[in-house]
């Protein structure tokens, strides 16, 4: 399956701003780029590209005042497969974890874990340890939060969402994650493409996504706390604690985002042209009358 894949942002800025950006998909995916996700911008200015800690793909650039527009686009190709599930994936002991999970089972800035802490246990003591007790918590959060895009704020934290019972899919990450790492599970949030394909339609105008991943039965295991059900296409962007750690564009000044717009479409390949459906008559030499005698 192939996929095109990109978005198109545009500020309004009253004088030069630095901006960081974590637009392209992660390196994990690159190899799967038949069209690089190159990003654009009008007006063009330098951009220098780089590794932050987690390992995601950022790019870094200084942008004039006035109106300044992004644009990424790229077409990536995809197994087509839905999201994969794993019922037997077990659960680690603390001690027994690779050490490069730690990071993700500490508290953090949107994930207030220490303070969820007995709430936690209280939900999800009495559920079965490893796949089935992540799940669990994903089942409850979904339930919990109820979804509105008019409820976006940017300082909505885990604990917050808890008990306002509403946001939108940030907010259902990173309570998800509060919870795992109350139960000391590693993990972390994600934010990247997820599409329609394979869904009924209507749809909803394109956008980006958040959901998580777990360390179960060694190695990170999705989970997907606002849509709870197996998607195809979903294309990881970056990870990091949580939402603070991996913002799509962080604009060092005073910005107003005046357009926006993500697009994640499967290609459809042109079917080839059918063959005929019977072989062509044989040519038939014409019959040429004998002349009168």
Not at 27 to 47: C, F, Q, Y
Not at 181 to 198: E, V
């Amino acid at each position: 399956m192939r996929i095109h894949i990109g978005c198109e942002l545009a500020f309004q800025l009253s004088y030069p701003t630095p901006i960081l950006m974590l637009l392209n998909v992660h390196p994990s995916r690159e190899g799967d780029l038949e069209v690089r996700d190159a990003i654009v911008t009008e007006p063009a200015v330098p951009m220098q590209a780089f590794d932050d800690a987690f390992g995601n793909r950022c790019t870094r650039l200084v942008a004039p005042a006035g109106r300044f527009a992004i644009t990424v686009d790229g077409v990536i190709r995809d197994g087509g497969a839905w999201d994969a599930v794993d019922e037997t994936a077990a659960q680690h002991p603390v001690e027994e974890l690779p050490t490069e999970t730690l990071g993700f089972l500490l508290a953090s800035r949107f994930c207030e874990s220490d303070d969820l802490s007995n709430e936690a246990w209280r939900l999800f003591g009495g559920t079965e340890p490893g796949w089935k007790r992540v799940k669990a918590i994903v089942d409850f959060v979904h339930r919990h939060i109820a979804f509105d895009y008019q409820d976006a704020s940017v300082s909505r934290t885990a604990a917050i969402a808890y008990a306002e019972g509403r946001g939108v899919c940030r907010d259902y990450a990173h309570l998800a994650v509060a919870f795992c790492r109350a139960m000391n599970f590693p993990a972390r949030y994600c934010t990247g493409y997820i599409s329609d394909i394979g869904l009924v339609p209507p749809f909803g105008p394109g956008d980006f996504a958040a959901w998580i991943e777990v360390y179960l039965g060694g190695r990170w295991h999705m989970f997907d706390p606002r849509n709870n059900a197996p998607r195809k296409g979903r294309i990881l962007m970056a990870y990091g604690r949580d939402a603070a750690d991996v913002s799509l564009t962080h604009t060092f000044g005073s910005s107003w985002l005046s357009d926006f717009r993500v697009w994640t479409d499967e290609i459809v390949e042109a079917a080839p042209a059918a063959a005929s459906a019977a072989p062509l008559a044989a040519s038939i030499d014409p019959v040429v009358p004998e002349p009168a005698a």
